[in-house]
């Protein structure tokens, strides 16, 4: 037992510090291309300073361990699954107003029902790097249990099974560039966030030096005047 916990806190200590290292390279990747230019350009301010195109190449190679070590596919999968496995339950797609029917409009309208908003936005918002790749990967993910259950609620034939597959295929080609979309919008969500509060806690610790320095020039002055 104590050598399985040992192991289990090994392995989250590793998947953590390959989740930092994923962060890093995405930060180093950011600020090379400016220190390429031979004229630095100005530093840019405001929300649109946080805006970065992706570096295709090198987020296809990271995103294997992006997968594998964040949540960011696992977690958007998981509530991707449990909205397609209340749908599934008596009573869920009734229009009787109860609670479980109402969970589960709102679930549908937010996890499975594409662009599937929640889950493209959550998959992009956690991932450490390659935020567009990991929308577009849980938007598709959305994409099929969406089709799947509509399939299944409706009891498909074998007929309607096959265009209801070519159907698929063919919303997930139209919706796939809006996954992508949004996914570098919950990325670069998650860079605001982050950068707000770099900038209030540097605020705060300039505020707690001047406040400090203030008070060692009042205890100095203040044996002068006795």
């Known amino acids: ?34 220190a390429a230019t031979s004229t630095p350009a100005p530093q840019r301010r405001g929300l649109f300073s946080m805006f970065r195109l992706p570096n295709v190449r090198e987020d296809a ?13 696992w977690l958007p999968t998981v509530i991707i699954s449990g909205t397609f496995a209340v749908g599934l339950l008596p009573g869920a797609t009734s229009a009787d107003g109860s609670l479980l029917a109402t969970i589960f409009r709102f679930a549908f309208q937010f996890v499975l029902l594409p662009p599937a908003f ?23 993910i959305a994409t099929v249990f969406y089709a799947a259950l509509v399939m299944i609620l409706g009891n498909a034939s074998v007929d309607t099974l096959q265009q209801g597959i070519t159907v698929t295929a063919v919303v997930l080609v139209a919706y796939l560039p809006i996954y992508f979309l ?34 060692r020039q009042k205890t100095r002055v203040a044996p002068s005047r006795r």
């Open 1 to 34: 037992m104590a050598r399985a916990k040992r192991t289990d806190r090994s392995e989250a200590r590793r998947q953590h510090r390959e989740q930092l290292r994923l962060e890093q390279e995405t930060e180093e990747t950011a600020d090379e291309a400016p």
């Open 61 to 73: 190679r990271a995103f294997p361990s992006v997968v594998r070590h964040s949540h960011a596919i």
């Open 118 to 140: 929640l889950a493209v936005f959550m998959a992009g918002f956690l991932a450490p790097r390659a935020q567009w790749l990991a929308g577009g990967l849980a938007g598709a």
């Open 182 to 215: 949004m996914g570098g919008l919950g990325g670069w969500y998650r860079r605001w966030l982050r950068q707000t509060s770099e900038r209030n806690r540097a605020r705060a610790e300039e505020k707690r030096k001047v406040q400090a320095r203030d008070a």
